[in-house]
Nanobody, 123 residues
Framework: QVQLVESGGGLVQTGGSLRLSCVVSGLTAESSVRAWFRQAPGKEREFVAIGSLVNSEWTTYADSVKDRFTLSRDNAKNTVYLQMNSLKPEDTAVYYC???????????????WGQGTQVTVSA
């Protein structure tokens, strides 16, 4: 059974930090891509960050979070993290972890999703 379990969301003030975690189980080695997406109320789900478990140099960020967010991996723990610094109110959303085989920023390329974790940034 495939499971992706996110944690680490919460309420933080503008300029604050949070670290999201995503523990993945039940996937084959072929599903070596991990990505973070987010969805704000009334908006479509959007790409945040993506990384490869095979090649740590393969990491891509959305322009809106570049230089503020960092994706990291702990393959021994089957966990991927999203360190979020200098948070802004516009970062408020439900954050989802996704796993797949293709290195893609498109939501349709992912069959495996977590349940989401709420991040709220107050002004």
């Amino acid at each position: 059974q495939v499971q992706l379990v996110e944690s680490g969301g919460g309420l933080v003030q503008t300029g604050g930090s949070l670290r999201l975690s995503c523990v993945v189980s039940g996937l084959t080695a072929e599903s070596s891509v991990r990505a973070w997406f987010r969805q704000a109320p009334g908006k479509e789900r959007e790409f945040v960050a993506i990384g490869s478990l095979v090649n740590s140099e393969w990491t891509t960020y959305a322009d809106s979070v570049k230089d503020r967010f960092t994706l990291s991996r702990d393959n021994a723990k089957n966990t991927v993290y999203l360190q979020m610094n200098s948070l802004k109110p516009e970062d408020t959303a439900v954050y989802y972890c996704a796993a797949g085989e293709k290195y893609s920023i498109l939501t349709r390329q992912y069959n495996h999703w977590g349940q989401g974790t709420q991040v709220t940034v107050s002004a």
